[in-house]
């Protein structure tokens, strides 16, 4: 069977039942007709005409009128694709801050000065246009080849945010998963020995608007990002809104690839991979890499979110997430935070992460920054009290010994603030704190008085009391 009818026919009708516009151009033979894949030429790196249509779709006045002119949206694609003196990671963390809030000079209508545009709506996931293309190929003039043809590209509102390259096993490849990571390498020009010799292969803007990498054989399928190694790849087996859990494979069994792209692809997933899930962050030896949530961080996170949404008293709205050493505790933290904040209803709530090591406060406040905002470190005991009692909706991290129980006694308007004396009023978020252990738990309160929402993550080495259901990965 040919690596398109194994592999990539069989993406491609999964994704077109996922709600992807698809445009299937075949397979063995170069593309010569750049009409066909929604461009005016093989050099577009977007898809231009989609790009303007969505974008102007997306930011109307409040009379439902367009307002962005030609030459803005030309402006927007131009911030894009301009980053002087920048390589492929610092410009890929450039323009994902676009994705999130990108501006123009003014409004020409209503006269605003540095108006804020959305380029993609992830509060109505409906609004945007979701296009699938294979064999899309881009001209690269100057370069090793003529011009590269990644198998299959997934756009949103015009823009490229996954290049997914596909192989098969066969007499000249033995190694297919390999071989396929080969070519997204060449594809960004990302070889080493090409630049040792001097030369240049693919085009870097092309993920300029990246946000995952895939590698797929069929029985295995991982993604990564465009600075993972190969060890850093993983396939995806959660499900991610529950109406997409049923799958109806193509070929008739539910493969690796089949998981992956009914769990991280699906429009709200992927989508919500961009918006909370995608960080970049320096690595101990000072190397800078771009860092997906894995599908178990993705999971325990959303279910965290979900307690906290739905929960209706202190023991449904809190829980235990148990974790292997190594496996993304801190990581998993930071994603819940970043949902939090990226939510509507949720985004008051103050977090309070509990560590009970100082290397671990030093180690875990810079990880706790990816959370955005700022990060107050308490220092005493008597500061717990301050910080707990503040209207603020911020991020705080205190040692877990500064809760010990003083024995003097409280003025009446701070006892009743913390609620010292009585049962703990029903939380809204949760403590987190990260140790060598393997558990991840969380609770919630509210504070007298209208105060914010707030809550604790916290490590354990001990196991919770079986009171606390946890709602942790397999």
């Not at 005016?40 to 790196?45: E, H, I, N, V």
């Not at 370069?143 to 590269?148: G, N, P």
């Not at 997906?292 to 739905?310: D, K, T």
Request: charged share 25%; with cysteine.
């Amino acid at each position: 069977m040919s690596e398109y009818a194994h592999v990539e026919k069989p993406l491609l009708t999964q994704l077109a039942g996922l709600g992807w516009s698809v445009i299937d151009q075949g397979c063995q033979m170069i593309p010569n007709d750049p009409t066909k894949s929604l461009r005016t030429s093989f050099r577009d790196l977007i898809l231009p005409q989609v790009f303007r249509d969505s974008v102007r779709a997306l930011n109307l006045l409040p009379d439902g009128r367009e307002w962005l002119t030609e030459r803005q949206l030309a402006s927007l694609i131009d911030d894009i694709f301009r980053q002087p003196g920048k390589g492929l990671l610092d410009a890929n963390e450039a323009v994902q801050a676009l994705l999130f809030k990108a501006q123009v000079d003014r409004n020409e209508v209503t006269g605003e000065k540095d108006p804020t545009v959305r380029l993609i709506d992830f509060a109505n996931l409906e609004r945007n246009k979701f296009h699938a293309i294979n064999q899309f190929r881009v001209d690269t003039p100057g370069c090793v080849k003529d011009f590269i043809i990644p198998d299959v590209v997934l756009f949103v509102n015009g823009l490229p945010l996954v290049v997914i390259e596909a192989k098969i096993g066969d007499a000249n490849t033995a190694n297919p998963m390999h071989e396929a990571f080969v070519q997204l390498q060449r594809y960004r020009d990302a070889r080493s020995e090409t630049g040792r010799a001097g030369l240049r292969e693919g085009e870097p803007k092309l993920f300029y608007t990246n946000l995952a990498v895939i590698r797929t054989c069929g029985e295995a399928a991982e993604f990564g990002t465009i600075s993972s190694a190969p060890e850093h790849f993983y396939g995806w087996r959660n499900i991610w809104p529950e109406r997409f859990a049923a799958i109806t494979p193509p070929l008739g069994e539910v493969r690796a690839q089949e998981e992956l792209v009914q769990g991280l692809l699906n429009p709200d997933c992927l989508l919500d991979m961009l918006r909370t899930c995608s960080v970049f962050m320096d690595l101990p030896n000072g190397k800078r890499v771009k860092v997906l949530a894995r599908y178990q961080q993705h999971r325990a996170a959303r279910r965290i979110v979900e307690r906290l949404r739905n929960g209706e008293t202190p023991i449904e709205r809190s829980g235990v997430v148990w974790h292997t050493q190594g496996s993304g505790k801190s990581l998993t933290m930071v994603f819940v935070g970043r949902m939090l904040r990226a939510s509507r209803d949720l985004n008051d709530i103050k977090i309070v992460m509990v560590v009970d090591r100082a290397d671990l406060e030093d180690q875990l406040s810079d990880t706790a920054k990816l959370i955005g905002g700022k990060i107050n470190l308490v220092d005493s005991r008597s500061s717990v009290r301050d910080v707990l009692a503040s209207p603020a909706s911020d991020v705080s991290m205190v040692m877990v010994h500064k809760f010990v129980e003083a024995k003097e006694d409280l003025p009446d308007r701070l006892r009743e603030k913390l609620g010292r004396y009585a049962p703990p009023p029903a939380p809204r978020l949760l403590a987190s704190s990260t140790t060598r252990c393997a558990s991840l738990s969380w609770w919630t309160r509210r504070t007298a008085r209208r105060g914010p929402r707030w809550g604790t993550i916290c490590s354990r080495r001990s196991p919770m009391p079986p009171a606390l259901p946890s709602p942790a990965p397999r």
